[in-house]
């Protein structure tokens, strides 16, 4: 009974940061604000920066077969959760508001931008559909016999979910200083992190995931990355 509470009390903390993140990018990070200044900048680069380590050193099977020593298999994927959900909204908890503005928009040149953004949650959507979200909310184990998903949005880029936050982020009629940041700081992530992401994608796939590179070229962004 614990152990299933302390897995869907991870799901609801990760359904829970994520709806905080689109508030804060959405409204909070829309405001137009007094520039703050480098060392705003700072603070709030290494936030991200301690939210990306995570992720990425978590996903080293050398750190997960380390943790798996220490707690129960089935409860690996739930940890992660658990501080990735934490460190999340310690991310907007702690952002220094960086301030200024880019640009704002409206009629048609905003209608595009919007529709780029919700091309971007769309593509995020098909994406999620095609994996366990309930693996992905740490409710789920992950097992290798789930399968390497090559269909729908896969077959574009081998990374869908990192194209759509990409078009979600930078595609705001409204660019503030802070959203611009924000979008800067976690698309470079995602963008030095997929090599490494791939390679344990090699490790775990064999030579599935050697040809699924080949069939799909573009790892993000469609003729460019």
């Known amino acids: 009974m614990g152990v299933r509470v302390l897995v869907w009390g991870g799901g609801a903390l990760f359904v829970t940061a994520l709806a905080v993140a689109a508030w804060w990018y959405g409204v909070v990070m829309g ?3 007094p520039a703050g ?8 680069a290494a936030l991200v920066t301690a939210f990306a380590l995570h992720h990425s050193l978590f996903a080293r099977q050398p750190i997960k077969k380390a943790i798996a020593r220490l707690v129960p298999p089935d409860l690996v994927r739930s940890l992660y959760v658990w501080v990735a959900s934490l460190l999340l909204l310690a991310v ?11 640009y704002s928009v409206s009629g048609a040149p905003g209608v595009v931008l919007a529709i780029v953004q919700l091309a971007g949650l769309g593509l995020t959507a098909r994406a999620v559909a095609r994996i366990d979200p309930l693996e992905l909310a740490g409710i789920r184990s992950a097992s290798r016999t789930d399968g390497l998903q090559i269909d729908g949005p896969y077959r574009v880029v081998r990374h869908p979910l990192y194209l759509g936050w990409l078009l979600m982020v930078f595609g705001a009629p409204h660019m503030t200083g802070d959203r611009l940041a924000f979008a ?7 963008i030095v992190a997929i090599p490494w992401e791939e390679r344990s994608l090699r490790r775990t796939f064999g030579d599935g995931y050697a040809r699924y590179m080949r069939a799909v070229r573009w790892r993000m962004i469609p003729f460019i990355y």
């Open 31 to 33: 405001r137009t604000m």
């Open 92 to 102: 907007f908890g702690f952002w220094r508001p960086i301030g200024g503005e880019w």
């Open 184 to 190: 800067a700081m976690t698309t470079l992530y995602l």
């Open 37 to 44: 200044g480098w060392s705003a900048a700072g603070v709030d």
